[in-house]
């Protein structure tokens, strides 16, 4: 095998530091191998071309409020230059990707999950297939990311809705970004279909609320999912909404588990007993995302190097 000179420098990297790094750290009271390794090698590994690096994929599942997490994840990803080199979505999960594909800070995705309301996303509007229209919510992504395409953003980005004419999953990932994201989160029953495509869309987590397979077909490398599912034996069910919305992720629950194994890693903040209704939570999710993915970073890191190492 012939090795290119980043891959030569690894090597020599990695000899050097267990032959004379670990044994003086060691001796003076450090235990840990592999955080000094990782420590080290990381610099290293964000130094080689993109030709060289594994392409990273982040899968943001449904969930509600539950959602507003994922800024806390992104927030996390970009103070630690994680790399994030594709994106997918379902519902919240495609609202906040969406922001983050678009180069939007994670300060200000951050702020935006900490203030939502549902009068910035919905408005009532009587019609035989929901009482609400879900226009707004693609009012709010444009004025956040202007009318931009898919292939305009900074990242690959993906959602997944699905059409509830003939059950079929629609991946959304050409034209118009906004009103894709609108369709992605437009949870059946209360809220009006949207017309896309000479489709009638809905909430992606219908039919995939955790969309790792997308992530294979774009490229991933390494996936890393995150999971915001409620735990269906604490939900609360005393409204209209709350119990449509278990429906759903009962059967979500479900789907979802054959796609987390599609996973490298995977990423669970604790935000199960938050309903999907909840949006002024939406402190306490990017909170509980933040720590979720702070206690991941070591691991996140990890995974990747291990698969820089295997392609040696």
């Known amino acids: 095998m ?3 000179l980043s891959q030569k420098l690894i090597i020599y990297v990695f000899l050097v530091l267990i032959v004379l790094y670990l044994p003086a750290t060691l001796s003076a009271g450090a235990t840990d191998e592999e955080e000094i390794l990782i420590d080290f090698l990381w610099p290293l590994y964000l130094s080689l071309p993109a030709a060289e690096k594994p392409k990273v994929a982040l899968v943001l599942g449904g969930g509600g409020a539950r959602g507003l997490a994922h800024a806390g994840v992104v927030k996390v ?8 080199d594709i994106i997918v ?3 919240v999960g495609a609202l906040i990707g969406s922001l983050y594909a678009a180069g939007l800070p994670a300060d200000t995705i951050v702020d935006m999950a900490q203030h939502m309301n549902w009068n910035k996303l919905v408005s009532f ?3 035989p297939v ?3 229209s879900t226009k707004r919510m693609e009012e709010y992504v444009t004025k956040y990311i202007g009318n931009k ?3 305009e953003l900074n990242i690959p980005f993906a959602c997944v809705a699905v059409d509830i004419r003939n059950g079929e999953k629609i991946i959304l990932k050409e034209g118009p970004v906004a009103p894709a994201v609108r369709a992605s989160a437009t949870m059946p029953g209360l809220f ?4 896309y495509r000479h489709r009638l869309l809905m909430d992606g987590g219908v039919i995939d609320n955790m969309p790792a397979d997308v992530a294979k077909l774009m490229g991933a490398d390494i996936i890393i999912a995150i999971d915001v599912t409620a735990q269906v034996g604490i939900a609360k069910t005393n409204n209209a909404l709350l119990i449509l919305s278990q429906v759903i992720y009962i059967r979500g629950n479900f ?4 796609q987390l194994k599609l996973a490298d890693l995977v990423i669970s903040p604790e935000v199960k007993d938050i309903t999907v209704s909840e949006l002024n939570r939406g402190e306490e999710c990017v909170d509980a995302g933040v720590v979720a993915t702070r206690a991941k970073v070591r691991m996140i890191k990890k995974v990747i190097l291990n698969r820089v190492w295997d392609k040696l």
């Open 255 to 258: 789907l979802a588990e054959g």
């Open 89 to 91: 979505g379902t519902s």
């Open 130 to 132: 929901g009482l609400y």
């Open 77 to 84: 990803f970009a103070e630690e230059h994680l790399p994030v």
């Open 125 to 127: 509007k009587l019609s």
């Open 149 to 151: 395409q898919f292939d």
């Open 2 to 4: 012939v090795l290119n």
């Open 192 to 195: 009006q279909p949207v017309e």
